[in-house]
């Protein structure tokens, strides 16, 4: 049996996306530690960018489906742990390229109450099965089902408001507990070019009484 190494196991996990942000998750530095045993077991300790992530679930079941992907391995484990807690500080260079990119010209205001996000670009699969989402530059960001699936709902009719409440549905969440993430999400598929913010038409005729 050949042995497993911890980067065989690194190397995997940076096909695994962050469910919030169209980061790996070894470059968004939620990876704190991968131990593996003699008999090829692996033991995973990582965090999350926040407490109560409504996604918690989502990404233990991808990272555990990264690491078995690796030849050989036996047994995955995951195990979550807050402390030290993560900060933006924890990412890698070229994660935090990715987090700045388009912040330049990213410069208007975002107005919750009444912007309708277009998902723009197209979804690539990979050989290896993973998920790709270009933008009209080409340019591809890694993202699990999770971010497709919210991209899809983005088709320039649903105000935000909307969006919360449709992925509340989706995920089987409350409202409240996914409106955060929502929002960053937004954010970040804006910064990405993967989202343009429309803002509904307003007329600027006047009829006359």
């Known amino acids: 049996m050949e042995q497993v190494t911890s ?40 965090t999350m960018t926040t407490r109560g992530c409504p996604l918690h679930d989502t990404l233990v079941s991808d ?11 036996s047994d995955v484990n995951v195990e979550i742990v807050w402390e030290p807690a993560w900060t933006p500080e924890k990412m890698s260079e070229e994660g935090k390229k990715l987090i700045n990119y388009g912040k330049q010209k990213t410069i208007t205001p975002i107005d919750y109450e009444t912007a309708m996000p277009q998902g723009v670009g197209s979804v690539v699969k990979q050989e290896d099965g993973a998920l790709v989402l270009m933008n009209d530059h080409e340019q591809g960001f890694m993202v699990n089902q999770a971010i ?54 307003v007329s600027n005729v006047q009829f006359k009484k």
């Open 7 to 46: 980067q065989q196991v690194l190397d995997s996990l940076k096909q695994c996306m962050d469910p919030e942000i169209p980061i790996n998750i070894v470059d968004m530095g939620l990876i704190y530690g991968v131990k593996v045993s003699n008999d090829n077991k692996v033991d995973v300790k990582m």
């Open 63 to 73: 990272v555990k489906r990264y690491v078995n992907k690796v030849p050989g391995v």
């Open 148 to 201: 497709i699936d919210f991209w899809k709902l983005c088709n320039g009719q649903r105000k935000i408001t909307e969006l919360v409440d449709a992925f509340a549905q989706i995920t089987g969440l409350q409202r409240g507990q996914v409106e955060k993430e929502v929002i960053q999400l937004i954010q970040q598929l804006r910064d990405a070019g993967i989202v343009i913010i429309k803002e509904p038409e």
